[in-house]
């Protein structure tokens, strides 16, 4: 079976990660700010604060600009549904701009339309690594005096006329989930030139405890799961799990068991800081890799599939491919499964946050939930996975024509 992801084992980063646990607190204090010294660099912000995930700062973020009770934050309608009880459990209203339904990107009319007197900031993301206009909707927000959130969470190595994403806002996030660009199997990062800003994130941070074995533990955990993954016994379980009827409630366990090995924040590890740094060196020329390939899959695909735009703003940083589907997705997954090709589709891609909220007024979203399929693209891909990808997709194109 062709995966749709697959997590790089690279086991000199854990023999190396793995002398971490034992060392001293100062000195795992030391390795966390070299890690964020570098982040703080590769971004060109000054400040740069490792957090527990991406949504541990997301929430420092709101907390910094002191959102609350009552304001209203627009949001993509197309983007991870998790987001939304986080921004909720606030009181904060979370108030959906439709995206455009080429690059799956907010656009500043959709974000305009959704500015009212109790709007206090925009929530953006450059959404699979594809820049959205990220200018034309600071300046919206300037002329409104708003704050800009900006969700780099796939955006890690993306830049706007040069600019790396995540420089513009106000404040930014990234991920280091296991499935990220900068993966340290957990965790996350704040970026903000607000000296404020940064300064009560680092207070609020100050007393976590630092556990050195649950990182590690994450890493030995999902290591196991791709053993198991690139097995041939999970190309039979793979058909039942992600079958039409099961597929959605599958999705559904799998992040619900996710969550609960989060648990509580914890400060970030030194552990996460030595992977973290290792990541950083290799990002430039895996990044380049995962966008050729990305090139090359949208060169070749049949008509029926039509790549994500590219974006009309910069330069994008894939590790993901996303499609869409002009036809019946359901004949799609069926075809896929018999062909032995593992797609992402609806809301195992990313999700409708306008349906989630009651808003029917976001037909960009809906169609995207709709309609976007995720291929495969992981670090790692061979070029004979990939050719055998795009022949079995022109396959499924025929037979579905
Ligand atoms: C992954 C992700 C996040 C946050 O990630 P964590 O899993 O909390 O580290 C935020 N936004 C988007 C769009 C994401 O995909």
Redesign the pocket.
């Known amino acids: 079976m062709i995966p749709r992801r697959r997590i790089r084992l690279e086991w000199a980063d854990l023999a190396d990660a793995l002398r971490t646990p034992w060392v001293s607190a100062d000195a795992a204090a030391d390795q966390v700010s070299a890690f964020e010294r570098a982040f703080a660099d590769a971004i060109g912000a000054p400040h740069a604060i490792a957090t527990a995930?991406?949504?541990?700062a997301?929430g420092l973020i709101l907390d910094g600009l002191g959102l609350g009770e009552g304001d209203e934050l627009v949001i993509p309608a197309y983007?991870?549904g998790e987001?939304v009880p986080l921004i909720r459990a606030r009181g904060i209203v979370p108030v959906p701009a439709d995206v455009d339904p080429a690059s799956f990107n907010m656009t500043v009319a959709s974000v305009a339309a959704r500015i009212g007197p109790r709007t206090r900031a925009i929530f953006v993301?450059h959404?699979l690594g594809a820049p959205c206009d990220i200018r034309g909707i600071c300046a919206l927000a300037d002329a409104h005096g708003l704050a800009v959130v900006e969700?780099c969470?796939?955006a890690f190595g993306a830049s706007i006329d040069g600019r790396p994403a995540g420089s513009f806002g106000s404040a930014a996030?990234f991920?280091?989930?296991a499935t990220?660009a900068v993966a340290a199997f957990?965790?996350?990062v704040l970026v903000t030139a607000d000296a404020a800003l940064a300064a009560a994130a680092r207070a609020r941070l100050a007393g976590r405890e630092r556990r050195e074995w649950l990182p590690v533990r994450k890493m030995l955990l999902k290591f196991a799961e791709e053993i198991a993954v690139r097995s041939p016994a999970y190309a039979i379980a793979a058909r039942l799990m992600f079958s039409a009827r099961s597929a959605g409630g599958f999705d559904r366990l799998y992040r619900q068991a996710h969550d609960r090995v989060r648990g509580k924040p914890l400060a970030f590890s030194a552990f996460q800081a030595r992977l973290g740094l290792r990541k950083l060196a290799r990002v430039t020329a895996r990044q380049k890799r995962l966008n050729a390939q990305w090139e090359a899959l949208a060169r070749d695909l049949p008509a029926r599939f039509v790549a994500q735009r590219r974006s009309d703003f910069g330069r994008p940083a894939f590790y993901n491919f996303v499609a869409r589907f002009d036809g019946d997705i359901g004949a799609l997954r069926a075809a896929a499964q018999r062909h032995g090709l593992d797609l992402g589709i609806g809301g195992e891609v990313?999700d409708d946050t306008a349906a989630m909220l009651g808003f029917a007024d976001c037909p960009g979203a809906a169609g995207a939930a709709a309609q976007a399929v995720l291929l495969p693209l992981y670090d790692g891909l061979s070029e004979a996975r990939l050719r055998r990808t795009v022949a079995v997709l022109r396959r499924i194109a025929e037979e579905l024509a």
């Open positions: 995930s991406g949504r541990d997301l983007t991870l987001l993301v959404l969700d969470a796939h996030l991920s280091l989930e990220k957990g965790g996350g990313m």
